[in-house]
């Protein structure tokens, strides 16, 4: 009697063990936490099957296909959206970028921009474009520059690094872009942001 | 006899669980890694104590004494350093950050400087000062921008965001750090400064 008590008990310790031990697993490995980087200038290739999964092989441009870069995977990450983009970018003229952008903001993700005073009306800004299409964009009025380079996905996920959104960074210069989920970093960038976005509001600014 | 064997049994296997669980605490919990954010413009403040730890009142310059700001945090976090530093950065002209590489250089830490070429001989670059200390440096002779600002410490705690390590981006420009020693994002960034460093050896160059 006594020895199948003590495999009854045996058998329940193991199991509630076992179960404790792949909660736990789960719970803390920080294997669970998305930390990515990527480095630039980006390899050249076509970023069209991206923008339109659905048709792989419609596109003809001359550029190779099918090919994971730097920056299909950063269009990726920004594109993977699906309630809210905050944006806090000091140059922004890459047009795959805008097109990520706008393409976000057609499916309903909630787009706010904020960028420099300085770099809103060089040559090739996709500012503009943001903002007759309807997104809500503020810029930094300060004597000093808004040297910021993040997104932050859905208050989630992190992007940021050295790269401003322009064709130059993309495509010629060494940059970083760390992409994380880590709370640590993100939550202090969401904080940052609202902070920013309070500060820069034209309402508040002629009252 | 059984009673005394159940016990002992339970007591064995309480004590191995709770150590397991110790275990797996330490060696999972993601807390244990470091990870914070800094942001800038840094609030002006004396940085000698950071310099001169034995003397904290030993300076009477008019700043703000005995206040953790963003910029004391940062140099806090450089002079942390006990073995190495891989230092890759766009734009160095910061005087405190320069004392900082001196510093370390002077405890024999290992320093490598990889800085971009335009702007090496700008007014106020330190990174001539760093050269004639006898600090190793080299610089990216690329047609394009070397555009990265990061430190590794250690090979073990990267530092990285917008900040370079100028005056104006310390306390007039709005940036962003990152402190962090999670591997995934910390390995890339010590690879990438390998890679640089070896593409940008003079020796090879000439060769």
């Known amino acids: 009697m006594w020895t199948v008590k003590v495999v009854g008990l045996g058998v329940v310790a193991l199991s509630i063990s076992v179960e404790l031990l792949g909660w736990l697993l789960r719970r803390l490995r920080p294997g669970r936490i998305l930390n990515e980087v990527l480095f630039f200038p980006s390899e050249m290739a076509c970023v069209e099957h ?7 092989h419609s596109c003809l441009c001359p550029l190779p296909h099918g090919v994971e870069t730097s920056f299909s995977l950063l269009l990726r990450h920004i594109l993977s959206a699906s309630s809210s983009l905050d944006l806090c970018v000091f140059a922004f003229s890459n047009m795959d970028l805008s097109r990520a952008v706008l393409a976000l ?4 993700v909630t787009i706010r921009v904020l960028s420099d005073k300085d770099y809103v009306a060089i040559t090739g800004s996709q500012i503009g474009i943001l903002r007759k299409a309807g ?4 810029c930094d009025v300060g004597s000093v520059y808004m040297h910021h380079k993040f997104a932050v996905v859905d208050s989630r996920l992190l992007i940021t690094g050295s790269l401003n959104w322009t064709l130059q960074a993309v495509q010629g210069n060494m940059e970083n872009i760390l992409v994380t989920e880590e709370p640590k ?3 202090p960038f969401v904080k940052e942001f609202h902070r920013l976005w309070a500060r820069n509001d034209p309402a508040q600014r002629h009252r």
Request: with cysteine; aromatic share 12%; proline share 11%.
């Open 105 to 108: 903001y057609g499916r309903g």
């Open 50 to 56: 991206i923008f339109t999964p659905s048709l792989p």
């Open 135 to 138: 997104i809500c964009v503020r």
């Open 185 to 187: 970093l993100v939550q």
